[in-house]
């Protein structure tokens, strides 16, 4: 993982092109930073078959050169050949090296059309985050390659410094040495002046702002930015601010402050697992070249193009890709696009509360209609807008002017507690069953999503009626009309991990549907218009690109965000059928939906959005997939459908957590994994998680457990919800890294207990 | 502008570098096409000292041979150097040759180091959203760069085609011709088989799929898309789709459908000026190169990061410049970041609400909280999510859930009517004029936008005075308890482009902060917080970075978005100041401000603001910018400060078409451009703007007026808002375009007189 020390000022020496003289300068630059008096290092990685074990080598070779904290060093790393010249592994240069992130000095190309590679190659650091921090090269004057690129670079603020060129090889080695030795000496004379020692002292200058720069962050942070959803009174010191100096694959590399491991360890960044997804969004990994280009080509072909009565590439490719391969399969007939989770969900409130309106119109006025209500669970949310909000019930998410609209079931949930799969049931449906237990233990997780053969069960029938009961008192009492239904499904995130039972999901959907529902068409709602909200779970967070597949039926309206963008920039889609969307048509303006943001299907998005699922549909027929999936099969008679739960945590793992004392419940789907700590005062204002599992975040000094890349012990970035701690993974994760973050997670567990 | 004939299928060929055999391979595609049957046509362009006069020889060069639609023709367009290689004018081949947007074959470098620079220019390529339909280069035996890049362009969807080196130069010149030629009939056989033969096919067929493509989008547009404010019941032809195939500078490049325009002219884009800068997003030209890279280079260093409690340099140094620099300066003290126009009004209405809760905390019970209302302007709109809308009176641009919390006054307008300045008096207020006239002529505009100066003047009495009789009878009734005033400062924009008189908005903002407004500490509320929403106006649209300069005043609370990322990616920011920030914190999670969205503060997003706010500032200093100001001067006596009313428009113009019979008034404020037309239906449902001007969009066949890159003809692209027309300018429209926008609007307007 990326590299930085206090007292070794690294830089890579990345060509323009082969045969630019990245050795001879980078020899210019070596014996420069001696003549300055720095002890230097010298490095030229050889290339093995593997990305990680090159980055593993090259970091461990530059580690053991980083522990002098008394002197200040300088190092310079060699690449080989130019920017995209492959290594061993069949990766380019670039991207073999990205994970280091060391800061680079670009040798530029002074001959013939140099100008062209020396620009190009720049970009194509750029378009992997690299700092650039000089460009060098010789000073032909012929060409005069300088004169262009030194306004050119300036602009960027980067500064172009010209050397001298070797002199011609000599065919006696004699000769041929000395010239050369008078060469450097020439350009690196022993009075320690001239340009190569003012890029020296520039370079140095570049590594001493970098540090004081992330050292100052902290307060600055604290100083100018408001967070979400976070009370400042609780942040006030600067070592509580995560500085993200830049991010790989699970990776953030993040600065330790004042909080150097060892004194011996100048190090200043050190890999911290991204166990939230970065807020769930994360799907391929930080910084995925191919995404960065997606934004970079749309951005160049586009711009922002404004969207209404409009059409472009990107969103009309996307907008059929997910209506006909992606969540709108068979059911959905438009897409319509926003910015973010809650922004969709604004939308398909709208859609919704329009179409039941439009359908009871007869009975319905202008009062009536503003008086529109949702049903839903207990411990939904749908976002922080306020539209969102009021599809939910009073909560700790709400605001001045919040105001529930509706009603809200609490649910049964599903979880493993000791090992063993149990549906808790709330006390009103306990009391309904047979032998009044709240605790049902079921045959397996795999039996418990099987929804065709709970179908047929008693509990089935006991939901069913408790439900069908309620709405009955619903609708003769005095609460609102009930508009729609929307649901979470098999997971309630933000309301802290709930695992809905999906059963009592199902029926419930069907109960709604009314009779009607078996023999329905998938693009015309009855009952209610049903909103699934798939913000969190879309697109494989849980292994499934819908959960419609599991549940065995479509919603009316669905919406994805999130990974929908692997993790990249905000888009959001709400997908409607063609019932939904007959209900705004006529020849009335004030009829159509008008809902609309400045940057509605905005190319980048629409294009980055594309990228990522043409990743997904590799990822998820992958080896690895297979394999994860192959760990939680059960066993041959109990049969369930390929969409069956599972997870890339280990079952064992998940079980034996599971039994320890402390651990109130666990769960484990797809990426997801939530743990429940026991806790008298749960909710959101609980810090039991918290507390308990504080130390995962700093960094585990063991060698043994080192699989991020750089070999580098690595902390655990996670988030707490009351009393639930969860972890989740990218698509990708690699297995090695799952086990790292399970291990350590257990160990805090155990030495806890 | 764009190129694309039915029946000329152009591809520009760039070279990896130079000496790649670019020439060499270029005569070989000559020679296939002519093989095959075609004609053929060779370009090579010189460049010339201006990017404009190039790219119009060149597309003038082109238009010459795209005459004969009843053969199908090729072209070959050979550039010069590596893709980056310097024009005569200063920029690079790819960004000079960019507006023409052609397709591309990419001669690869098959020597050492060629791997590298030939991915190097493709993604130079992609940063430019150029479509590259092959790899060509040498199958050079020893180096064999065709082996790796075969494959690495295959799962890019680029086909690879190596073709044999051609000889060595021969010293005789007839020995040499003789070679050559040999070379050519061996890569080029007159049977019409072989690699370079597949490659003509290939590019023919990208050339079909992409009109076929062009050809479909309409059709899959109106069976897939839901677009945002678009009444579909309205737009049903496929002719009413706007196919947006590209963008650059202020132009779109769209299909023209089955609309060409003369049989002699097969060409099927056309230019088409984009005048409502993409909804108000545009600052500074379509896929402007610097912000496609700024997007790359965060994707690339980043991908997103979740945002609270943490902190990256985009953010950070975004938060801190738009408060020590931008709009946020002298007051602000916080930045909190969300999506778009709508959830930032969303948080900053939390922020006023809470903050004013908990000032009068003592007396606002849990019911009272709820119950609280805005004081704001008829006309308002701050986006389309619901507590965004709420914080609006009931209109057009609600739903089902829309509850309009509060008061809004009638506001007095500022506007330019048969040349003069009027200040347009709501009945209410004119009644309590000396001599009850509701049309008030001033001095001029600048003296209108003298707030200084007017604060003296007796309607400034008159306004204080009504202000404060309808605030105390607000008070008295039964309506809610107001608890912030929200103002769009000096246009509301959706509300149909109301220019209120700024006179009356600073008096209602004196008079809400009540007596100490004068000696209150700028970081410090007073009366009511009060919100700024400058997501339209903000950053330069109306010319001034802030509305805050000309009135003189600055708010609690501000929200800026749209240009703040110079029109590419979404984001908005909620500017705060210290006492508004104070309400939140406490040592209860549960008093934070608890709003986030997934890619809060992403960090593509700020480093696309931060790259913007850089050109922002040189273009705002620019000469073009002054030459502009200068015009709308006042004479000397009249004196008004730098931040006046200016505008990019012509004030000529500008009068004469005030003058005009058939319009009722006019405004013109920085790139803005307002026509209300006369009509008795005004309102949004109103068509007479539209139906007026609908003739502006299609191109206008005029070589006279055409100063469209590629010296085509254009339509223009605009929006209404019932009876008004308006148009807009990004920060950067070169004068000669916005001259030829003007008369395009004065030609239709005086026909129509």
């Keep these: 993982m990326s590299l930085l020390f206090k007292n070794l000022r690294i830089h890579q020496i990345f060509g323009a092109n082969t045969d630019v003289g990245k050795t001879v300068l980078t020899s210019a630059l070596v014996r420069a930073s001696a003549v300055a008096g720095h002890s230097v290092y010298y490095l030229k990685p050889r290339t093995v078959p593997t990305d990680d074990a090159f980055v593993n080598a090259v970091a461990s070779h530059i580690r053991s050169c980083a522990t002098k904290p008394d002197m200040f060093s300088h190092m310079y790393v060699e690449t080989a050949g130019g920017v995209h010249s492959p290594t061993l592994s069949g990766t380019t240069q670039l991207d073999a090296y990205r994970p280091l992130f060391l800061p680079t000095v670009l040798i530029g190309d002074s001959r013939l059309g140099g100008i062209s590679s020396t620009i190009a190659s720049y ?56 010239l050369t030795e008078h060469y450097y000496q020439d350009i690196v004379p022993d009075n320690g002046e001239g340009a190569i020692f003012d890029v020296i002292k520039h370079l140095d200058s570049c590594h001493t702002r970098r540090l004081e720069e992330l050292d100052s962050m902290p307060r600055r942070t604290l100083d100018s930015i408001w967070w979400p959803f976070v009370q400042h009174g609780h942040v006030k010191r600067e070592a509580d601010v995560n500085i993200i100096d830049s991010a790989w694959g699970d990776f953030f590399s993040v600065y330790n402050g004042k909080r150097s491991p060892s004194p011996s360890d100048n190090s200043i960044l050190e890999p911290q697992f991204d166990g939230s997804a970065s807020w769930w969004t994360q799907a391929i990994g930080h910084a995925h070249p191919s995404l960065a280009l997606a934004a970079a080509r749309a951005a160049g072909r586009y711009g922002h193009v404004m969207f209404p009565e409009a059409s472009h590439l990107p969103a009309l490719k996307l907008a059929e890709r997910l209506i006909q391969d992606g969540p709108g399969r068979g ?232 990974i929908l963008t692997g993790g990249l920039v905000p888009l959001a889609v709400t997908l409607a059928s063609d019932s939904i969307y007959r209900a705004f048509l006529s020849d009335d303006k004030v009829d159509a939906l008008l809902h609309g943001h400045s940057y509605t299907a905005y190319p980048v998005g629409c294009e980055v959005a594309h990228e990522t699922l043409d990743i997904l549909d590799k ?46 419940e666990v769960m484990a789907f797809g990426t997801v994994l939530s743990i429940k700590i026991k806790d008298e005062s749960a909710g959101y204002q609980s810090h039991s998680a918290r507390a308990l599992l504080e130390s995962i975040k700093t960094a585990v000094q063991s060698e043994a457990l080192s699989p991020a890349p750089g070999g580098s012990p690595f902390g655990i970035h996670y988030r707490t919800l009351g009393n639930v701690a969860y972890f989740m993974l990218s698509l990708n994760t690699p297995p090695s890294v799952v086990r790292a973050v399970e291990e350590r997670v257990w160990a805090v567990l155990e030495k806890r207990h």
Tied chains: 1, 2.
């Design 619 to 664: 990822l998820t027929t992958s080896e690895s997939w297979r394999v994860a999936r192959e760990k939680w099969k059960v066993p041959e008679p109990e049969k369930v459908s390929e969409t069956s739960v599972w997870s890339f945590w280990d079952p064992e793992f998940v079980h034996v957590v599971s039994r320890m004392d402390h651990v109130a």
């Design 123 to 178: 970009e194509a650091m750029m378009l992997r985050g690299y700092i650039v921090d000089a460009v060098l090269l010789f000073r032909d004057e012929y060409y005069r390659n300088w004169e262009y690129l030194s306004p050119y670079f300036a602009e960027r603020g980067v500064p172009v410094v010209s050397v001298d060129p070797p002199p011609e090889r000599q065919s006696d080695p004699k000769a041929d040495a000395s």
């Design 331 to 562: 059911w959905a007939s438009r897409a319509f696009f926003s910015d973010d989770g809650s922004t969709g969900m604004e939308v398909a409130i709208k859609m919704a509360l329009r179409a039941f309106a439009t359908r009871e119109a007869g009975q319905l006025g202008g009062a009536r209609r503003k008086d529109l209500g949702i049903l839903g669970l207990k411990g939904s949310y749908h976002g922080d807008t306020i539209g969102a909000m009021d599809a939910c019930e009073e909560g700790v998410y709400t605001c001045e002017w919040h105001d529930a609209k509706g009603y809200w079931f609490d649910p049964p949930t599903v979880s493993i507690r000791k090992g063993k799969t149990v549906v808790a049931l709330p006390p009103a449906i306990a009391a309904e069953t047979e032998d009044g237990q709240s605790d049902i233990e079921t045959v397996s997780l795999s039996w418990t999503y099987n929804i065709d053969e709970r179908l047929k069960s008693p509990l089935a029938s006991v939901y069913r009626n408790y439900i069908e009961r309620t709405l009955q008192k619903l609708k003769d009492g005095n609460g609102p009309t009930i508009a729609a239904l929307i649901l979470e499904p098999l997971v309630m995130g933000a309301g802290g991990m709930i695992f809905v039972d999906p059963l009592f999901q199902r029926v419930l959907i069907d109960v709604v549907r009314g009779p009607s529902a078996a023999t329905r068409s998938s693009s015309e709602w009855s009952g209610l218009p049903i909103i699934f909200d798939e913000v969190f779970i879309g697109l494989y967070r849980l292994g499934l690109q819908t959960s419609s597949t599991l549940l065995g039926t479509t919603p009316d309206i669905s919406v994805n965000a999130k």
